[in-house]
């Protein structure tokens, strides 16, 4: 009996024994897991979007901000097939596409954005719902909003979701986070972004939210900072305006005391609010399928011939050669000039005509004989001076660099030597290969206007957070070695083209405006008009420059919308 005893007393030590040591395993060193799993089942983090900064035109109108939307989470550990077999039927998104978005993280606890900007009707049938979608929860975000839609949609620009690419070159991001794609939202991505904050909620058994955690203090969100633009509200509109009547067309307004772009504007134009929820396919078709290219900017995306806009470079080019002087005559023009086998056409015929004149009356056949007076190597060598052929440095994304064509440029396209001096007629009044940029051609007159010098084109003049100015851009002047009796005569003639010759229909009773027209030829489609001008012409202020594709002759089109944005600048200006 004794024995006994003394057996079940060494067993129960023994259990005793291993239950101390099961107990001590699962508290001294498992304890901080099951800790941490206990918590993951308690505690549920909630991401708290950043509101992404607000964007303003140069007075102070607010251009893009945030509002208020939808937002349809998912808890991927608190639902099921049946549950996101529905929601995927409600939302009109596919099971498959719905799944994937949650794949990653569906160890986690925490809700999953997987659709943004959900209308009333989709919110209320999700609400409707409710008792057969565990794991689905409604919450409400800050998304951008453009209020003067497509206005801005190229200076702006538009919003997408985060690639796959991206979330791994950049974890900070999360699948559906929107990120700038074009414009100012590309550019300022970092600056406009802000950083996502965190709260914590106490969670009950079956998922439901208790309340706030106390011992987990809150993350709040940083909104992104402020942008100031460059841009003048007032002629953006008149732009737009002035150009409803066309199809595709490019507008360009600087300060060329600064470099500030206080107008830019292409046609067509897209509503970047598109963006900002589930695309409608039939709006979506249309845009990519629409021939004019609504995407594409083409104040600063797309090289024109620049036509006889291009024709006071090649005065500027001859006068420094010396090939010609300002009352230099050439064989008078009689509408037409042969060379070689060919005959190159002019406008008109307009007799006996100094370089001045030539430029004041658009002169293709004076030109044409600059042309054959002039090197190719001379002239590109010029543009280069200039800066052409190369992007201008604007502060957003897709600008061209245009094309300024070489020796070595054309050897590659037609062979080496299989090209001839006959090319130098087209490129005298701006044809062949030589393409500009609107953007281009007005940084090109901002550099006669202020008499060899312009300054670097740019969108965004301040960074703001809080009311408290973060950082201004400082104009940034660049000097090119013209000579100014050069550019003296050059800007006489320019003036001389609004007062009397192609230009006239720019003209404004009160302020001298100074500038050139071109018609450019784009066989077998109609010629695109230009017009670049700047005002006053004595003391300049701003460059314009008007590009209207296949709408004729620049002076009848693109000179009177230079003209009316010029009286426009000065009526806001005085």
């Known amino acids: 009996m004794k024995n006994r005893l003394k057996r079940l007393t060494h067993i129960i030590i023994i259990l005793f024994g291993i239950l101390s040591l099961r107990l001590s395993y699962l508290q001294l ?83 999953v954005t997987i659709y943004r900007n959900a209308d009333p009707a989709t919110v209320a049938r999700i609400q409707e719902n409710n008792f057969r979608l565990s794991g689905v929860l ?12 497509e206005l801005y949609a190229h200076v702006i620009g538009h919003l997408g979701e985060v690639t796959e690419e991206e979330l791994v070159k950049d974890s900070t991001y999360r699948r559906m986070d929107y990120i700038g794609r074009t414009g100012v939202e590309a550019s300022y991505e970092k600056v406009l972004r802000g950083k996502d904050g965190y709260e914590f909620v106490e969670v009950d058994a079956r998922g439901r939210e208790i309340g706030p955690l106390p011992e ?54 897209f509503d970047p609010n598109i963006f900002l929820s589930t695309i409608d396919p039939t709006v979506w078709k249309s845009l990519v399928n629409n021939p004019s290219k609504p995407f594409y900017n ?39 000039f042969r060379y070689g086998n060919r005959t190159f056409r002019c406008w008109s015929a307009h007799g006996k005509l100094n370089l001045l004149g030539a430029i004041e ?49 054309l050897d590659r396209r037609y062979g080496k030597g299989k090209w001839t001096r006959g090319t130098m007629l087209n490129f005298a009044i701006g044809q062949g290969e030589i393409m500009l940029t609107p953007l281009q051609l007005a940084t090109l007159y901002s550099c006669i206007a202020n008499e060899g ?40 003639a320019l003036t001389r083209v609004v007062e009397f010759g192609t230009g006239r229909a720019a003209q404004h009773g009160e302020i001298t405006i100074a500038g050139k027209t071109g018609t450019a030829q784009n066989p077998p ?33 693109a000179a009177p919308i230079v003209g009316e944005l010029i009286r426009a600048y000065f009526s806001y200006e005085r």
């Open 525 to 557: 489609r109609p010629d695109h008009a230009w017009f670049v001008g700047y005002a006053p012409a004595e003391a300049p202020e701003v460059v314009f420059a008007v590009l209207v594709e296949n709408a004729g002759h620049g002076g009848t089109v």
């Open 138 to 149: 409604i919450r409400i975000d800050p998304v951008r909003n453009y209020p003067y839609r």
């Open 29 to 111: 060193i498992r304890g901080a897991r099951y800790a941490r799993l206990s918590d993951r089942n308690r505690i549920r983090k909630i991401v708290l979007p950043a509101p992404r900064g607000r964007i303003y035109d140069r007075n102070g109108i607010l251009l893009a901000d945030t509002r208020p939307s939808f937002s349809i989470t998912v808890i991927p550990t608190e639902t099921n097939d049946s549950a996101l077999t529905l929601l995927a039927n409600i939302i009109n998104l596919p099971l498959a596409e719905l799944k994937r978005r949650l794949e990653p993280i569906v160890a986690f606890p925490s809700p």
């Open 298 to 336: 083409r104040a600063i995306s797309s090289g024109y011939p620049p036509g006889s806009t291009f024709k006071p470079l090649v005065a500027l080019a001859a006068l420094k050669d010396q090939v010609v002087t300002p009352t230099t005559n050439l064989l008078p023009c009689t509408g037409s």
């Open 216 to 269: 987990k203090r809150p993350e709040p969100p940083i909104p992104g900072k402020d942008v100031y633009l460059t841009i003048d509200h007032r002629l953006q509109q008149l732009a737009h305006e002035l150009t409803k009547n066309y199809d595709r067309a490019a507008v360009i307004g600087i300060s060329v005391k600064t470099g500030e772009i206080i107008c830019l504007l292409s046609r067509p134009q």
């Open 361 to 409: 009356q658009s002169c293709n056949v004076y030109f044409y004989q600059i042309g054959l007076r002039l090197s190719l190597d001379s002239l590109v060598e010029f543009c280069r001076r200039l800066n052409l052929g190369k992007p201008t440095g604007i502060d957003i994304p897709g600008e061209s660099p245009g094309n300024i064509p070489s020796r070595e440029y």
């Open 453 to 492: 010098y312009y300054y670097k084109p740019f969108l965004v003049s301040r960074i703001d957070s809080a009311g408290i100015q973060l950082k201004t851009t400082r104009p940034y002047r660049i000097d090119v070695p013209i000579n100014k009796p050069d550019l003296g005569q050059v800007k006489k």
